[in-house]
C-alpha cells in the first residue's frame, strides 16, 4: 500500500466566503459511497473502477446538467463526490458550471473534492469559497489522484488553512472586479451593445451599419459613446472586456432587456 495512505492528517474545518463552515468527517465507513461526476468517460471510468477496488462504493454520473447530476447525488447515501468544474451539457447544449453544484452537493450530504480546475482559476476559487475541500489537478498521475481521492474519502484534510483562506480572498476580488464590470456595461444603451456584439464578431465599424441600416457616421457615434461609458480608449479594448464579460454571463446583448 503507498506509504502516503498510512499518513494520518489532522482533520481541518475551512471556512466558506460567507463564514459557514466545511465540517469534514472524523472517518468513513468501509465501503464509503464516492460520486464520480466527471464528463469525460475514460477518466470517470477509470477511476470509478479503481475505487471499487480500494473497496469504496463508487459510482459514475453520465454527463448532463445540474437537475440530472443532482437527481442521481440524492438517490444514493452521501459520501465523497469527485467534481469535474465543467461535468455536463444542460438542454440547450451550454456547459454545466461545476461550481454551482458544490452548494447543493454539499447540502445534500456529500463532501465535495474538486478534479481539474487547474487553468480556471475563477471557477475553481467559486468552488473552493462554496465549501468544496479542496482540488486536485487533472494533470496529476493517476497514482496522485487516487491518494487526494482515498485521502478525502478517509475524511483527511485535502487544503491547509492559509492555502483555502487565499482561495476565498481571490473569489470575493473576482466578485468585486465582475460586479464593477457589471455595472460599466450597464451604463450602455441596447443599441450600443449590439454595436459592440457586432464589432467582437469580427464586423468593421462599415459592416455593423450595414448590418444595423444606419449610417457608418452613427456607429461612429456608437463606438465613441462605448468607449467613454466603458472607461477604455481603443475599441479593441472595448471588445475584450465585452468578450470576458460575456464568458462571465454578464452583459449579453441577446439576454439583456430593452430599457
Request: net charge positive.
Amino acid at each position: 500500500m503507498d506509504q502516503t495512505r498510512r499518513v494520518t492528517l489532522e482533520p481541518q474545518a475551512p471556512a466558506t466566503a460567507n463564514g459557514s463552515v466545511v465540517r469534514l468527517p472524523s472517518a468513513r465507513p468501509p465501503r464509503t459511497p464516492v460520486l464520480v461526476i466527471d464528463n469525460h468517460d475514460l477518466f470517470s471510468a477509470s477511476i470509478t473502477f479503481a475505487l471499487r477496488s480500494e473497496g469504496l462504493d463508487a459510482h459514475r454520473v453520465p454527463a448532463g446538467d445540474s437537475n440530472w447530476i443532482m437527481q442521481r447525488a440524492r438517490q444514493l447515501q452521501p459520501g465523497l463526490a469527485l467534481l469535474d468544474l465543467q461535468p455536463g451539457r444542460d438542454r440547450e447544449g451550454r456547459p454545466t458550471g461545476g461550481e454551482e453544484l458544490v452548494e447543493p452537493l454539499r447540502g445534500s450530504g456529500w463532501t465535495v473534492l474538486i478534479v481539474g480546475g487547474g487553468d480556471d482559476d475563477i471557477r475553481l476559487a467559486a468552488a473552493i469559497a462554496a465549501g468544496a475541500i479542496g482540488c486536485v489537478p487533472k494533470s496529476s498521475s493517476f497514482p496522485a489522484l487516487m491518494r487526494a481521492a482515498l485521502a478525502a474519502a478517509n475524511g483527511e484534510s485535502i487544503m491547509s488553512d492559509d492555502v483555502r483562506r487565499n482561495w476565498i480572498a481571490r473569489h470575493r476580488n473576482y466578485q468585486t472586479r465582475t460586479q464593477l464590470m457589471a455595472d460599466r456595461f450597464a451604463r450602455l444603451r441596447p443599441r450600443e451593445l449590439q454595436v459592440l456584439e457586432l464589432l467582437a464578431r469580427g464586423n468593421r465599424s462599415a459592416e455593423a451599419a450595414e448590418q444595423l441600416a444606419v449610417p457608418p457616421a452613427t456607429v461612429r457615434l456608437h463606438v465613441r459613446s462605448i468607449l467613454t461609458r466603458l472607461g477604455v480608449g481603443t475599441q479593441v479594448e472595448a471588445v475584450a472586456l465585452f468578450l470576458g464579460q460575456r464568458r462571465s454571463g454578464e452583459s449579453d446583448p441577446r439576454t439583456r432587456p430593452d430599457t
